[in-house]
């Protein structure tokens, strides 16, 4: 007899193309996924995946797997919840590290005020949520998502420094420049890819954590910086510049979801 919870393993395999990033989905152990795929491909005398360096694939039969237990698990959720009521819904959210989450407050307020009980945690990786804001850029095929808001990027300089009075800044007006590295940013190999274009030369001062460690180490004087507009703040020491480039460098911020009940889904797609 098959056991629910290799299936639960094997699903979250199946969906997210790698062992690592469904050990992580499951908040377990990588051996733990592999021994529950291996355990079901033996009981079943079938395989399930191919295996590779970019991941696993699954085989006609692991496609012929997921269908029924998916099916299966839907029928055993359904029939706990027919007879143990349970109006308590936990929520799993990914938040990536560098957006400004207090910009979109009122998408998860929606969420905490629908007709069921909503418990939210914070995980630390995207392959463990099932609701996350994230750059469009780092999401895998499992997500629908509804897009938030596309943001730009602007140079941020001390108010005493030489470019502070300049309405806009060009790429040339950059070269000889000590910046503070951004290193989580997700555009980054393109702002580096136009400065190597265009043969100019900066140095990095160091590296930030986080924005608010940016903005305070600009503010002491060690470099200069680009961060998304998100971050600008209103009252501070700090001059935003807007950087004047033919093809803008944009993010685009979006609310990802997947496998919610169908009030939470209808409250993100009115926000």
Do not use: W
């Amino acid at each position: 007899m098959i056991e629910v919870r290799p299936l639960n393993y094997f699903i979250a395999a199946y969906e997210e193309g790698s062992i690592t990033a469904a050990a992580s989905r499951c908040f377990i152990a990588q051996p733990s996924v592999t021994h529950a795929i291996k355990t079901l491909e033996i009981s079943l005398g079938v395989k399930l995946f191919e295996r590779s360096k970019r991941g696993i694939s699954p085989t006609a039969d692991g496609h012929k797997l997921y269908k029924l237990a998916s099916d299966l698990l839907l029928q055993n959720r359904q029939l706990q919840e027919a007879f143990i009521p349970n109006n308590m819904h936990e929520l799993y959210l990914y938040v990536q590290p560098d957006i400004n989450i207090e910009r979109y407050a009122c998408i998860l307020e929606r969420i905490k005020n629908t007709p069921i009980d909503v418990n939210l945690f914070i995980v630390d990786v995207i392959e463990q949520a099932q609701i996350a804001i994230v750059d469009e850029q780092l999401l895998s095929p499992q997500f629908k998502f509804r897009r938030l808001n596309q943001e730009g990027y602007k140079l941020i300089v001390r108010k005493d420094h030489p470019l502070a009075k300049n309405k806009t800044v060009s790429l040339n007006e950059l070269q000889g420049l000590a910046f503070i590295e951004r290193p989580y940013c997700t555009n980054r190999k393109a702002f580096e890819r136009l400065i190597s274009d265009e043969n100019i030369l900066i140095t990095y001062q160091g590296k930030a954590i986080h924005d608010s460690q940016l903005q305070s180490l600009v503010k002491l004087g060690f470099g200069v910086a680009v961060i998304p507009e998100s971050y600008i703040q209103k009252e501070c020491d700090l001059k935003y510049i807007p950087i004047s480039l033919n093809n803008p460098i944009t993010r685009s911020i979006v609310f990802a979801y997947r496998k919610l009940p169908n009030s939470i889904v209808a409250a993100i797609e009115d926000t």
